[in-house]
Antibody, heavy 121, light 110 residues
Framework: QVQLQESGPGLVKPSQTLSLTCTVS??????????WNWIRQFPGKGLEWIGYIYYSGATYYNPSLKSRVAMSLDTSENQFSLNLGSVTAADTAVYYC?????????????WGQGTLVTVSS | QSVLTQPPSASGTPGQRVTISCSGS????????VNWYQQLPGTAPKLLIY???QRPSGVPDRFSGSKSGTSASLAISGLQSEDEADYYCASWDDRLHHNVFGGGTKLTVL
């Protein structure tokens, strides 16, 4: 059974960098076939796609966040990570990792449980 | 402001049929498939419907989806109390080159 689990600090100070890791089990990221995504959900419920990384290391980021976002992966640990720089209170959200098949870019078929990140001094 | 437009709320009584609409544009729903996600209270979104009207394994056939032009709909028949959740539509956007979501519809079972 495929499982994804987010981890990282729940509190980040304004102007600092938010760093999260998603640990994947049940499927090997190095085998390919999937894109690995970060999505966030704001307190008002809205969902925003942040970006994805492919097993090759190729990335694509939401243009609205591109200047602040970086993703990486560690196939030896079966993990991928998100760094979001220069955070403000507007970045407070529940952050989810999710995967989609590379044959269906729009189908987020497995999600992590999510982790709440609060930006506050 | 979400790219796709959904009504903020919907409601029905047990056994009823309810529909939730989702409106987009030619760059997303009009030219691509639509997916629906169900988010039960305190949990992550779960893929409910993909490719407009396909159900992943384990999703009851009470849930169905459709699309016409730049709009889509989710229908739930035989409404049950456990269907009380937030429902989100989503689609790929050819102009933005990524997934876009609706603002979500909170379904209440009266």
């Amino acid at each position: 059974q495929v499982q994804l689990q987010e981890s990282g600090p729940g509190l980040v100070k304004p102007s600092q960098t938010l760093s999260l890791t998603c640990t994947v089990s049940g499927v090997s990221m190095s085998s390919g076939g999937y894109y690995w995504n970060w999505i966030r959900q704001f307190p008002g419920k809205g969902l925003e796609w942040i970006g994805y990384i492919y097993y090759s290391g190729a990335t694509y980021y939401n243009p609205s966040l591109k200047s602040r976002v970086a993703m990486s992966l560690d196939t030896s640990e079966n993990q991928f990570s998100l760094n979001l720089g220069s955070v403000t209170a507007a970045d407070t959200a529940v952050y989810y990792c999710a995967r989609n098949p590379d044959t269906a870019m729009d189908e987020l078929d497995f999600w992590g449980q999510g982790t709440l990140v609060t930006v506050s001094s | 402001q979400s790219v796709l437009t959904q009504p903020p709320s919907a409601s029905g009584t047990p056994g009823q049929r309810v529909t939730i609409s989702c409106s987009g544009s030619g760059s997303n729903i009009g030219g691509n498939t639509v997916n629906w996600y169900q988010q039960l209270p305190g949990t992550a979104p779960k893929l409910l419907i993909y490719s407009v009207n396909q159900r992943p394994s384990g999703v009851p056939d009470r849930f169905s989806g459709s699309k016409s032009g730049t709009s889509a709909s989710l229908a739930i028949s035989g409404l049950q109390s456990e269907d009380e959740a937030d429902y989100y539509c989503a689609s790929w956007d050819d102009r933005l080159h990524h997934n876009v979501f609706g603002g979500g519809t909170k379904l209440t079972v009266l």
